[in-house]
């Protein structure tokens, strides 16, 4: 017996944001082995009560982090220094001193006022707790008879 798969073009649809999102990032973030093609590489892991974003961020004194949270929205700003030595050739470089930034939105609004940063070994780990409002509840079903 023959096994048949109808072809359906609507599964193949892109979201209209997620393709501008794709056309932004390939036309102005640049792409090195640090940062990767979304710009810096970070994690974002979800739990019932919170968000998690982590941050890789080499060579920063975390007293020169700017993080601001507002709703379901973290920005960064920080600046990277990393020391060359005198008279030292470059053969490649994977990230470099600079100024950098980066905007993260979360699928849901978070709770500023409780959030937490801590920096360890190099990247930024950020706890995020989630708004009540944006909290999964239980809704006890009545009968009507």
């Not at 700003?77 to 470089?93: C, F, G, I, L, Q």
Request: aromatic share 10%.
């Amino acid at each position: 017996m023959a096994n048949i798969t109808r072809y359906n073009p609507f599964d193949e649809i892109v979201s209209l944001r997620d393709a501008m999102d794709r056309l932004f990032e390939d036309s102005f973030i640049a792409r090195s082995p640090f940062f990767g093609s979304r710009g810096v590489g970070s994690n974002l892991y979800e739990t019932a009560d919170s968000f998690v974003l982590q941050v890789p961020m080499p060579g920063v004194n975390p007293k020169d982090v700017e993080l601001t949270v507002q709703e379901n929205s973290v920005n960064l700003k920080w600046s990277a220094n990393v020391n060359v030595p005198e008279n030292a050739t470059t053969h490649w470089s994977g990230f470099a001193s600079s100024q950098y930034q980066q905007s993260f939105t979360l699928p849901s609004a978070t709770n500023a006022d409780k959030a937490e940063a801590s920096y360890e070994n190099g990247v930024l780990t950020l706890t995020l707790p989630k708004a009540e409002s944006a909290k999964a509840r239980r809704v006890k079903i009545t009968s009507v008879k």
